[in-house]
C-alpha cells in the first residue's frame, strides 16, 4: 500500500477551464482527449483566443500530486478520489506521469484539508 505521509502536493496559481471545442485552436493546455469533439484543460487567461466552445466550464484550480507512483500502481487515485468523495469534495482526475487534481475554486480548502488527512504537505 502507498503511504502519502511526508509526500507533497502543489496547487497551481492560475485557474482553468474544462473546454469542449469543434477544432484545437493554437492554445496551452494540459490535455486533450478527441473524439466528437476535442476536450481541453487550458488555464483560463487562454480563453481570450478561442473563437468559439462547446461547452466551458470556468473555475477550476489544478493540484498537482508531487508523488513518484510507477505507472502500473492499482489503488493509488482510488484512496484519494474516496477520501474526496467521503467529503464530498467534486474533483475532475487526470492522470499522466503525475496525477493531477482539478478542483472548483469554492472546494479548494476543503480538498486541500482531504490531501493533509491523508499526509499530504500542501505547498502554495
Known amino acids: 500500500m502507498i503511504e ?3 509526500e507533497s502536493v502543489e496547487i497551481h496559481p492560475e485557474r ?11 492554445v496551452n493546455y494540459v490535455a486533450v482527449v478527441k473524439g466528437d469533439f476535442f476536450e481541453v484543460v487550458m488555464p483560463e487567461r487562454e480563453l481570450v483566443k478561442l473563437e468559439k466552445f462547446v461547452e466551458c466550464e470556468t473555475g477550476y484550480r489544478l493540484i ?3 508523488i513518484n507512483v510507477p505507472l502500473d500502481v492499482v489503488g493509488f487515485i482510488s484512496r484519494v478520489s474516496s ?3 467521503g467529503e464530498k469534495v467534486p ?3 487526470l492522470s499522466l506521469y503525475s496525477d493531477k487534481i482539478l478542483v472548483k475554486d ?3 480548502e476543503r480538498a486541500l484539508n482531504v490531501l493533509r488527512k491523508l499526509g499530504f504537505k500542501v505547498r502554495v
Do not use: S, Y
Open 4 to 6: 502519502f505521509v511526508g
Open 16 to 26: 482553468f477551464a474544462v473546454v469542449k471545442l469543434r477544432t484545437l485552436p493554437n
Open 64 to 66: 498537482t500530486l508531487d
Open 83 to 85: 477520501a474526496m468523495a
Open 91 to 93: 474533483i475532475l482526475i
Open 106 to 108: 469554492e472546494h479548494l
